[in-house]
C-alpha cells in the first residue's frame, strides 16, 4: 500500500518486521555494541537480580528459573569481547537475547516480564557508574594527599609567589602546593553526591509507570547492593541529570591538576629551573640530545580539554525532549570513559608531584634577587609613618624603580632611599633614615608573620597539611566501603543465583532487605 493510499487512520503500529537497514546497523547499533564491553558485567548482574526477584515472588516457573539461572551463571564466565554481540540483531540487549534463545528456547522470554530492555540496560549502567565513580574518590583522595604531603614537606622552602607570572609576595612552596589539595577534596567531595545519585535503582521501573508484577522493588535493590531506590518510575528510567554531574566534577578534578601542570611546566624550564620532573614522567626528544620534555604535563592539560568537551557534548546530547533514548545511547560509553580519563590522569598527577623534585635554592635565589617584599614595606611605611596606604605605596613604588634602575635587590632598599623616594613623591621625607627595614625587607621574616587563618607561617601550612590529609583519609576510607558494599553484593547475588540453579526453593533465594 503507498503512502497516498493509507487509511486515514494514522501512522502504522506495531513492531517494525525485516531487517534493519544496513546503515541503522551501521551507525546505530553499530555504536551500542561498540559499548556493550562496559555494560556486560553489569547486564549479567542485572539479569540475575530480576530472575531472582520474579521467582522469589512465584511469577516464573521453579523449572525455568533454574534453567536461566544457570545459564546466566555460565554466561558471567563468558569474557565480554568474547561474547557474540552483533550489530546485525539490533542493540547489545537483542544479541543476549539471542544467544539464551539459542540455548534454553522459549523459556528465555520469562526474562522480559516486567521489564523492557532499557531497564536492564539503566541498571547495568548505573552499576558501572558506581563502581567506576568509588575508584575516581580513591584517587582524588590519594592525589589530595600527596599533595598536603609535599606540602608539609616544604612548608619552610621560600620562594616568592606568583601572580601573572609576576612575583608577588614572599612565601613556600609548602603553601603554594597545598593551595591545590583543597579543591582536589572538594572535586572528591562532589563526585561522592553524584555517586549518591548513581547509587540508587531504576530496577522495578518498567518503561515509565512501573509495573504490577513487581510489588517490592527494594528486593532487586538490595540484591544488586544499591543504597537506595531511585523512586519516581519515570524519573528512574529517563533522567540524566547526575551524569551531567559526575562529568562536571570529574572535568573540574582535573582542570584543577591541568593548573598545577601548566605552572610545572613552566617553572621545569631553564628559564625558571624551580622544579625537575622524575626520569619517568618526561620524554627525549629524538632529534635534540638536549631536550627533556615534560611529557606527563602535556597528558594532563590535554585530559582537562577532553573532559571539558565530553561535558559539552554531553550536555548537547541530554538537551531532547524527555523520554528519549540518544542522550543515554551516547551517554553509556562516554560517561564511564570521561571518568576513566580523568582517573587515569589523577594517577598520573599523583606520580608527578610525589616524585617532583623542588629546587630549593634556584627558588630562594630568584626569590632574593626581587622586589616581592614590596607590599610589606609599603605597609612599615604606612605605619611607621602615620601615612595612608596610597601613599605609602606610591613611594614604596619609586623606590623600587629607582633601586631596580641601579641593579639593586628588594632587601638592598633603605631608608635613605626611602626619603628620598618620599620627598619627590609627596614632596617631603619621611624620617625612615637609619631605621632597621629587616622585619618588612627579609622573606623569611615576612612568611613567618604570616600566622592568620590560611596563611603561609610554616606552622600553618603544616596544620593545613594536616587537616587535608585526614579529609584525604576520610574521602578514601568512604570509597572504599562502599566498593567492599558493592562486592559483597555482588558475591551473595551470585551465591544466591547458584543456590537458585541447584534448586532452592525460591523463597529461600535471598533474604529480603529493606533499604
Not at 626619603?419 to 632597621?436: C, K, M, N, Q
Request: glycine share 8%; aromatic share 6%; net charge negative.
Amino acid at each position: 500500500m503507498t503512502t497516498a493510499s493509507r487509511p486515514a487512520a494514522g501512522p502504522p503500529v506495531g513492531p517494525p518486521t525485516g531487517p534493519p537497514a544496513a546503515e541503522l546497523v551501521e551507525a546505530g547499533f553499530g555504536l551500542e555494541n561498540a559499548d556493550a564491553p562496559i555494560l556486560h558485567h553489569g547486564m549479567n548482574l542485572a539479569d540475575l537480580a530480576h530472575l531472582l526477584d520474579l521467582a522469589s515472588a512465584g511469577i516464573i516457573p521453579p523449572d525455568a528459573a533454574r534453567r536461566l539461572l544457570d545459564l546466566l551463571l555460565e554466561v558471567m564466565q563468558i569474557p565480554a569481547d568474547d561474547f557474540p554481540y552483533d550489530p546485525a540483531n539490533g542493540e547489545p540487549y537483542n544479541s543476549r537475547e539471542r544467544y539464551f534463545v539459542s540455548r534454553a528456547g522459549d523459556v528465555a522470554g520469562w526474562l522480559h516480564a516486567g521489564r523492557p530492555r532499557r531497564e536492564a540496560v539503566r541498571v547495568a549502567f548505573r552499576l558501572r557508574l558506581r563502581a567506576d565513580l568509588a575508584d575516581l574518590i580513591e584517587a582524588a583522595a590519594a592525589l589530595a594527599a600527596e599533595l598536603a604531603s609535599r606540602a608539609r614537606e616544604h612548608a619552610a622552602t621560600l620562594m616568592a609567589d606568583q601572580t601573572y607570572l609576576q612575583h608577588a609576595q614572599p612565601s613556600t612552596f609548602g603553601h603554594y602546593v597545598l593551595s591545590f589539595a583543597f579543591p582536589v577534596l572538594r572535586g572528591g567531595r562532589r563526585l561522592s553526591e553524584a555517586m549518591a545519585w548513581t547509587d540508587a535503582s531504576p530496577g522495578g521501573a518498567g518503561c515509565v509507570n512501573g509495573t504490577r508484577l513487581r510489588a517490592d522493588r527494594r528486593h532487586v535493590a538490595a540484591l544488586l547492593g544499591f543504597r537506595a531506590v531511585a523512586e519516581h518510575t519515570r524519573d528512574a528510567m529517563w533522567q540524566v541529570d547526575g551524569l551531567f554531574d559526575m562529568v562536571g566534577a570529574a572535568a573540574g578534578l582535573v582542570l584543577t591538576q591541568s593548573k598545577l601542570a601548566e605552572d610545572l611546566e613552566i617553572w621545569a624550564s631553564q628559564e625558571f629551573d624551580y622544579v625537575t620532573l622524575a626520569d619517568g614522567y618526561s620524554r627525549a626528544s629524538v632529534l635534540m640530545p638536549q631536550k627533556r620534555n615534560p611529557y606527563a604535563l602535556s597528558i594532563i592539560r590535554g585530559a582537562a580539554g577532553t573532559l571539558a568537551g565530553r561535558l559539552a557534548g554531553l550536555l548537547a546530547v541530554a538537551k531532547t525532549p524527555s523520554a528519549r533514548s540518544d542522550n543515554l545511547i551516547f551517554a553509556y560509553g562516554e560517561v564511564p570513559r570521561a571518568l576513566g580519563l580523568a582517573l587515569r590522569t589523577t594517577r598520573l598527577t599523583t606520580g608527578v608531584v610525589r616524585t617532583l623534585e623542588v629546587n630549593e635554592a634556584r627558588m630562594r635565589a630568584v626569590l632574593e634577587s626581587g622586589f616581592s617584599q614590596a607590599t610589606d614595606l609599603a605597609e612599615y611605611v604606612m605605619q611607621t609613618c602615620g601615612i595612608d596606604y596610597r601613599s605609602a605605596y606610591r613611594v614604596v613604588g619609586h623606590a623600587v624603580r629607582q633601586a631596580s634602575a641601579v641593579g639593586l635587590r628588594g632587601s638592598d632598599i633603605d631608608g635613605v632611599l626611602l626619603d628620598a623616594s618620599a620627598t619627590e613623591v609627596i614632596g617631603r621625607p619621611l624620617g625612615l633614615t637609619g631605621h632597621d627595614l629587616s622585619a618588612a625587607l627579609d622573606p623569611w621574616q615576612i612568611v613567618v608573620s604570616r600566622t592568620t587563618l590560611g596563611g603561609a607561617a610554616p606552622d600553618e601550612v603544616t596544620r593545613m597539611a594536616e587537616q587535608a590529609a585526614a579529609q584525604a583519609g576520610e574521602l578514601a576510607g568512604e570509597a572504599r566501603r562502599w566498593r567492599e558494599a558493592y562486592r559483597a553484593a555482588e558475591d551473595a547475588l551470585v551465591a544466591a543465583a547458584r543456590r537458585g540453579a541447584a534448586g532452592v526453593h525460591p523463597e529461600d533465594l535471598a533474604e529480603r532487605s529493606a533499604i
